[in-house]
């Protein structure tokens, strides 16, 4: 019962950290949107460093495990920022056609 508690307080810590990505890479300001990739790829290094006796291949192996998430916030992130993009490339056509 306790793994099934601690289980769904983890995801929805993921889903909120998703959630503040997706309106964080929203904003017409590039820099937010990189706010959480840029800490998650902090704490990954922290976590590949801090292994006691590593092997190269097990601080590689855990430094990409733990860039997991800062790859989906990275989709997340650019994806978002194709839209915002696409959107004013319109926009300015749209200007243009008008005059």
Not at 17 to 38: D, F
């Amino acid at each position: 019962m306790e793994e099934l508690v601690l289980l769904l307080i983890g995801l929805l810590i993921i889903v909120g950290i998703i959630a503040l990505q997706i309106s964080l890479s929203k904003q017409v300001n590039k820099w937010p949107g990189l706010i959480l990739p840029i800490i998650s790829l902090f704490f990954s290094m922290i976590i590949s460093f801090n292994l006691l006796n590593p092997s190269i291949i097990e601080v590689i192996i855990t430094f990409l495990v733990s860039n997991i998430l800062t790859a989906i916030l990275i989709v997340i992130y650019f994806t978002h920022r194709g839209k915002i993009i696409k959107k004013k490339q319109i926009d300015k056509m749209n200007i243009l056609d008008l005059e």
